[in-house]
């Protein structure tokens, strides 16, 4: 169709391309920056790990253990960013868990965890607690193990 000089099948033809070129240039800009950021995303969340430490106390020292982290070992370790996440015993009747005591500490990175951890270690309150241990022994075992979060765990 031809109004005076103009075509409007070529101008629709010309304008279509154009919006399609832009819809396009704009999607895949959009793409690409959203892959940007979530790799930026995952990478800073993969350096995340999580600390479980076991302590296996020896019979009957459990409650002497959970005093000692109520009263002193838990203010140390958050004067140090060791960030607890919680603290927990087993049930009376888990066969095997008697006189255990559990907690998960969340750390940025391995390299944090082991600076916080010297730096606790350094501490003179944590040294009067290693006194006190080998004073009056509540420990029998320690087991401590670095856990990284799967890609579908919720807590990351």
Not at 103 to 127: I, T, V
Not at 133 to 154: A, C, G, I, M, W
């Amino acid at each position: 169709m031809t109004i005076g000089s103009w075509k409007f099948s070529g101008l629709q033809s010309r304008g279509w391309r154009g919006c399609v070129l832009a819809l396009l240039s704009f999607c895949a800009g959009s793409l690409a920056t959203a892959r940007l950021m979530r790799v930026h995303e995952v990478r800073a969340e993969s350096e995340r790990v999580y600390e479980l430490r076991i302590y296996h106390c020896l019979p009957g020292k459990l409650p002497a253990m959970e005093a000692r982290f109520r009263d002193t070992t838990s203010k140390l370790l958050a004067k140090h960013d060791l960030n607890v996440v919680g603290y927990w015993t087993a049930e009376p009747d888990a066969p095997g868990w008697n006189d255990t005591f559990v907690f998960l500490l969340a750390h940025s990175s391995r390299e944090d965890a082991k600076k916080n951890w010297d730096a606790m270690r350094a501490d003179p309150g944590f040294q009067e607690v290693i006194r006190a241990e080998q004073h009056e022994p509540s420990l029998d075992k320690l087991d401590v193990t670095y856990l990284r979060p799967t890609d579908f765990s919720q807590m990351k």
